[in-house]
């Protein structure tokens, strides 16, 4: 069994920060990739940004520059970070985590990120 948790979402004014983070444990074996999506009311889920256990990421062309996503691998825990600066109202969303791992994918519950003044 899979748990993924993550935290750290909120409401933000335009121009603030937030960091999400999310922990992935359970019965996951060779994690190929760590990353990031979000779905916006209305619209269908994208990628925000993800990252390959050799360390290669990849963002989508408009959270970079302001977007980092970061991860710690180890045996018993596997967490991956997404810090957001300079964020706008375009960014609100819920934002999910998926783990990658040996062709299946796994996803968080989402945590909601609001912008707004």
């Known amino acids: 069994q899979v748990h993924i948790v993550e935290s750290g979402g909120g409401l933000v004014q335009p121009g603030g920060s937030l960091r999400l983070s999310c922990a992935a444990s359970?019965?996951?074996?060779?994690?190929?990739?760590m990353g990031w999506y979000r779905q916006a009311p209305g619209k269908q889920r994208e990628l925000v940004a993800t990252q390959a256990v050799g360390g290669n990421t990849n963002y989508a062309d408009s959270v970079k520059g302001r977007f980092t996503i970061s991860r710690d691998y180890n045996k018993n825990k596997n967490t991956v970070r997404l810090q957001m600066n300079s964020l706008n109202p375009d960014d609100t969303a819920v934002y999910y985590c998926n783990v990658g791992s040996s062709g299946f994918h796994y996803w968080g519950q989402g945590t909601q990120v609001t912008v707004s003044s």
């Open positions: 359970g019965s996951i074996f060779g994690i190929d990739v």
